[in-house]
């Protein structure tokens, strides 16, 4: 056993213990982020605190939401909504939580994309988001289920029915899914416990994953630039703060990061109170009925671009192509093929592919709003083949780039 | 040396332990994760095929599913000749023909809606297009609309079992 010694004071007996002041350091005082970044640099602490409150709303709506088909509607709409005294608030935090969080996913891989953070030694900072990125919309998903309104119903429909491989007919993999012949109780008990129990620890675990592959590479900066992580922060702790390119990430780093929280959380707060609406589709104010598809389904926002993907196409190509859209950016460090780390706008044709494919995707999504019509169906098939033709081509733009 | 090959042998019996373990579990788990008894043995549904009206689309429900029962009139019975994969589907009960079948579209589950105007169906999901004989008109769905297992009895009609009918359809590739 180690030699304790008689605590002068409490950390000092913490310390003994669990060596608290080390734990400080390499968390936080002495972990070290470099000083030429923006603030596009907070959406990692922006996704954290919206993930919180993800789980905090979730805690307090697991208390009074039953999973059966005959009484899930009720507890949300009714129990919820109408006696649990805040209980609106809870919903309304969770469901915005649950869109805006997308929104900030999307900016902050955008951000990744563009500043080549997923380039050189930082692969598995790129991967573990991606997973992230699908643990998430499993997550997104599962939750859709549990209010067993009619878009919880007919999504549950449609997506599961993604499995049976189109003419592959595996509608045994689709029964076994579902654990019944359509979307019933055996569906939303299962649903129920992935969205409450499995997803949340895989996405946690997913988390710290993220975190854990940051620390090695470290954190990437506005101009790409290798940065000797030991000799600045060497630098720095000599006294030479100002010459030093790193600095602390507490409190020096987190100081500025709490304050772009602040302002998104004056944001988010103002959809929660005054514009939450958005959040929630009126079709699922009608319980689930089997025997009665939608006018118009469509899924949440942040699922648009993979669906408008999978629609202008015959069964088994529109399957292969969302297949495709689902897996390719996980693919991406290894599909650009350009020794740079830098921003893209110093990256010739790849600034051009990057701005494209951003665009193209934002198109993808208000076609996959839009019902399938003229033009619209039209406009969505060419864009869903610019998206396919942009990875296909990314290998090659990048392997004839000039080195910076 | 002979330390090692003790260990090797204690990794690999524990490895035989805990594999044998790891299919059983998953094996346990796939099978808790499929439908349960109550819900294969739900029901045959039998319907009165007297009822229905000459081109009123009714919706009955087998299996928790929607289907689709569409009395053909004189008129589309004409369009239908000498189409061969829509008398195929054709199913005669008495001196009545009928379209029978389930009502999900075979793209990706939704339930196309009548159009008694136009006489077909229309999938609000993606777009896709079905005839009043349950053929495809516009994709994406990959084929007409499946038909569920029935069996002819008399005026009747029972759902989920197989008639002589119903298996030359499946025969034929008419329906999967």
């Known amino acids: ?26 968390m936080m005082s002495e972990y070290w982020i470099p000083k030429n970044i923006n603030f596009l640099w907070a959406m990692g602490m922006v996704l ?37 005294d805040f209980g609106w608030l809870w919903r309304h935090v969770h469901g915005v939580a649950a869109s805006v969080v997308f929104l900030i996913i999307y900016i902050h891989m955008f951000t990744g ?58 509608d045994g993999l689709v029964e076994w899914i579902r654990g019944d012949y359509v979307p019933a109780q055996a569906f939303l008990g299962r649903f129920f416990m992935l969205h409450v129990l499995l997803l949340p620890l895989a996405i946690m675990g997913l988390i710290g994953l993220h975190f854990g592959a940051l620390r090695i590479p470290h954190v990437n900066n506005q101009d790409g630039e290798e940065i000797d992580f030991d000799a600045e922060a060497k630098k720095y702790l000599d006294g030479d703060k100002a010459g030093s390119k790193v600095m602390r990430f507490a409190n020096d780093f987190m100081s500025k990061d709490m304050m772009v929280v602040g302002v998104y959380l004056i944001f988010f707060f103002y959809l929660v109170f005054y514009n939450y609406g958005f959040a929630m589709d009126p079709v699922n104010f009608d319980p689930a009925d089997g025997l009665k598809t939608p006018a118009h389904i469509y899924p949440e926002w942040y699922f648009l671009w993979s669906y408008e993907i999978l629609r202008p196409f015959s069964i088994d190509l529109g399957l292969i ?38 665009a193209n995707m934002i198109v993808l999504t208000a076609m996959g709003k839009l019902p399938p019509e003229e033009p619209f169906s039209t406009i969505g098939f060419y864009s869903a083949i610019i998206f396919v033709a942009q990875w296909l081509l990314l290998p090659i733009i990048t392997m004839f780039e000039k080195k910076v | 040396m002979k330390n090692s090959s003790r260990r090797g042998f204690m990794g690999k019996a524990f490895g035989a332990v805990a594999g044998v373990g790891a299919v059983a579990s998953l094996y346990a788990m796939k099978k808790s994760w499929d439908p349960l008894p109550s819900v294969k043995a739900a029901g045959f549904t039998t319907l009165d095929m007297t009822i229905y009206e000459e081109n009123v689309m009714v919706t009955e429900k087998w299996r928790g599913k929607p289907i689709f029962v569409l009395k053909k009139s004189a008129a589309v019975m004409e369009k239908e000749k000498g ?18 079948a389930i009502g999900l579209c075979t793209h990706l589950g939704c339930i196309p809606a009548f159009r008694e105007d136009e006489g077909n169906f229309l999938c609000a999901c993606h777009g896709g297009m079905f005839d009043a004989s349950g053929l495809v008109l516009k ?33 034929n590739g008419v329906t999967l």
């Open chain 2, 83 to 100: 189409n061969a994969a829509a008398e195929a589907r054709n199913i005669k009960i008495g001196d009545d023909n009928f379209m029978i």
């Open chain 1, 113 to 170: 994309i563009y500043y080549g953070s997923y380039k050189k030694g930082r692969e598995m900072i790129w991967i573990s988001g991606m997973l992230l990125f699908v643990a998430f919309s499993a997550e997104a998903f599962s939750g859709y289920m549990l209010p067993w309104g009619q878009m919880s119903y007919w999504a549950g429909m449609v997506i599961t029915n993604l499995f049976s491989g189109g003419s592959l007919h595996a």
């Open chain 1, 1 to 26: 056993m180690a030699h304790f010694t008689k605590a002068t004071s409490v950390k000092d007996w913490l310390n003994q213990r669990l060596a608290v002041e080390k734990v400080e350091k390499v």
């Open chain 2, 139 to 171: 994709v994406p769905p990959p084929r007409g609309f499946d038909i569920p297992p029935f069996k002819i009895d008399g005026n009747k009609l029972i759902l989920g079992e197989v008639g002589p009918e119903y298996k030359t359809m499946k025969d």
């Open chain 1, 321 to 358: 192509l969302f297949a495709f859209a689902q897996v390719i950016f996980v693919l991406l460090p290894f599909l650009d093929r350009s020794p740079n780390t830098v921003p893209a706008n110093r990256r010739g044709l790849f600034a051009i592919w990057f701005w494209v494919m951003l």
């Open chain 1, 48 to 84: 954290v605190v919206t993930f919180a409150l993800l789980v905090v709303s979730g805690i307090f709506l697991l208390m009074y939401y039953v999973p059966t088909t005959a009484d899930a509607f009720y507890s949300v709409n009714y129990t919820i909504m109408r006696e649990v």
